[in-house]
């Protein structure tokens, strides 16, 4: 309402001062009230898409486990859509090198399964980029790593890291996580410290992993610390984050390991968006802590 009254009192103290100050209104209106612009593409992209035209206005497809939100998440206003970090990241490349992109939904143990059947051409999908995972797939880092250990209110178990405080306590994890064989090794340590061995709970997403923690049958959670913050904020009154660990990961995107060139021109067009400001932006975006910016690396084993 106070926006529209200004309007209607600036639009009357231009037409005051004759039919010139009636069209200069009318040009300075428009344009206050005209959309925001989409963001620009950053500018090395148009050369990019001349050096790697085989893949322009062609339609790619990004396996994704869409149980992550900030990264990706099914779209609440529409379940058809996806939406997150990851998901604009994504989008922006594509633009970058003139490519739309689709999705396939899958498990996150079946991300680089799906990649390596050719059911998909590319996983952006918060995927952390490892030695043997790199032996599956060629990985664009850029993202830093941070996980929080997610516990119940209060954690009553006092677990403060993936430690020997986490003797006798039952960790839910997802399946193919890279946090699972970290709680592994925990477990002849405690046996040998005479304490209880520290038990698994392997689920398929974020959310059941969550789950398991608010309905009492897990005791902790350990992930990106983003992931565990929003599940805080979400639900305040019955989680806390113990404590963030650094973990010597970086994020990755998965590209085919026999696709080399698709490898240089992801890697090409990512590099563009980080020089530009635009992946500091969409981490501000979805309110993503900013010190996981990384520049765009590589890793891949033969």
């Known amino acids: 309402m106070r926006k529209r009254s200004f309007i209607e009192a600036f639009m009357r103290r231009l037409a005051a001062a004759g039919p010139w100050g009636a069209v200069l209104g009318t040009i300075v209106i428009a344009g206050i009230c005209a959309p925001a612009a989409a963001r620009a593409a950053p500018s090395g992209c148009a050369a990019l898409a001349e ?7 062609k339609t ?11 990264y990706e998440a099914i779209d609440p206003k529409d379940p058809s859509k996806y939406v997150g970090f990851d998901i604009d990241l ?5 633009e970058c090198l003139g490519f739309k992109v689709t999705y396939k939904a899958v498990t996150f143990a ?14 952006i999908s918060d995927i952390y980029a490892t030695e043997e995972r790199a032996k599956a797939a060629d990985f664009i880092t850029y993202s830093k790593v941070f ?12 677990i403060d890291g993936i430690n020997m405080s986490m003797c006798g306590a039952a960790a839910a994890e997802n399946t ?3 946090e699972v064989p970290l709680v592994q090794e925990l477990m002849p340590k405690c046996k040998q410290a005479g304490k209880p061995e520290p038990t698994l709970q392997l689920y398929d997403n974020n959310a059941n992993c969550i789950q398991a923690i608010l309905a009492g049958r897990a005791d902790t959670y350990v992930n990106d610390v983003n992931t565990v913050d929003n599940a805080v904020k ?44 635009d992946q500091l932006a969409l981490l501000k975006k979805w309110e993503l802590d900013p010190n996981n910016l990384k520049e765009p690396g590589l890793l891949t084993v033969k």
Do not use: C
């Open 51 to 57: 050096k790697y035209p085989d893949w322009k206005g």
């Open 60 to 70: 790619l497809v990004n396996a994704v486990n869409p149980h992550t939100p900030g």
């Open 90 to 94: 994504g989008e922006e490349i594509g």
């Open 110 to 123: 079946a991300l680089l399964t799906t990649l390596a059947s050719g059911q998909a051409d590319i996983v």
């Open 147 to 158: 996980d929080g250990v997610l516990v119940a209110k209060g954690n009553p178990k006092k």
């Open 176 to 178: 193919g996580f890279v």
């Open 234 to 277: 979400a639900n305040p009154d019955q989680l806390e984050k113990a404590i963030a660990v650094t973990i010597p990961y970086s994020v990755g995107i998965a590209v085919p390991k026999d696709k080399p060139k698709f490898r240089e021109a992801v890697m090409a067009a990512l590099t563009e968006i980080y020089k530009s400001g």
